[in-house]
């Protein structure tokens, strides 16, 4: 990789992480924390998983996420349940105030996102997110990084 090209990652990676963060800080004060959010999301996206496939999908250990599950779970936005096909693996899956608060909250967040580049964007840069996000979705969608492990 060129200085070049190194300089083109690093602006934006950068640039990404700072959207990021805005995000976050514009997100509704649930009582959530982040790692909850994120299972939420993770659940929406794929529908009914195991603890073990949502920690496969996210990356991240089982033990890390069930604390973060039994606070859903507690807090009436999960629900487990027994596998229909094999009845010793638990189920996750939103209940339909797990789905309303998500929505919620990404309504909120796009409401700032849309409000911000509209005032902050000339027409041009904004049709010009709006062509680039699916190239960025390809990037996320992405089964691998290149060469070893990315960090924020």
């Given at each position: 990789?060129?200085?070049?090209?190194?300089?083109?990652?690093?602006?934006?990676?950068?640039?990404?992480?700072?959207?990021?963060?805005?995000?976050?800080?514009?997100?509704?004060?649930?009582?959530?924390?982040?790692?909850?959010?994120?299972?939420?999301?993770?659940?929406?996206r794929?529908?009914?998983?195991?603890?073990?496939e949502?920690?496969a999908?996210?990356?991240?250990?089982?033990?890390?996420?069930?604390?973060?599950?039994?606070?859903?779970?507690?807090?009436?936005?999960?629900?487990?349940?027994?596998d229909?096909?094999?009845?010793?693996?638990?189920?996750?899956?939103?209940?339909?105030?797990?789905?309303?608060?998500?929505a919620?909250?990404?309504?909120?967040?796009?409401?700032?996102?849309?409000a911000?580049?509209?005032?902050?964007?000339?027409?041009?840069e904004?049709?010009?997110?709006?062509?680039?996000?699916?190239?960025?979705?390809?990037?996320?969608?992405?089964?691998?990084?290149?060469?070893g492990?990315i960090?924020?």
């Open positions: 990789m060129t200085k070049q090209d190194a300089s083109a990652a690093t602006e934006l990676r950068e640039s990404v992480m700072a959207v990021a963060r805005q995000l976050r800080r514009h997100r509704p004060d649930h009582g959530l924390t982040l790692s909850q959010m994120q299972v939420l999301a993770e659940v929406t794929t529908g009914a998983a195991t603890p073990a949502l920690a999908r996210m990356h991240v250990r089982v033990q890390s996420l069930t604390d973060s599950i039994n606070g859903l779970v507690a807090a009436g936005l999960a629900s487990r349940r027994p229909d096909t094999d009845r010793r693996r638990q189920l996750v899956e939103l209940t339909a105030a797990g789905r309303a608060l998500l919620t909250d990404r309504a909120e967040r796009d409401a700032w996102l849309d911000s580049m509209r005032e902050h964007l000339t027409e041009l904004f049709g010009l997110l709006l062509l680039v996000a699916p190239v960025l979705r390809k990037l996320a969608d992405a089964d691998s990084p290149a060469t492990t960090s924020a």
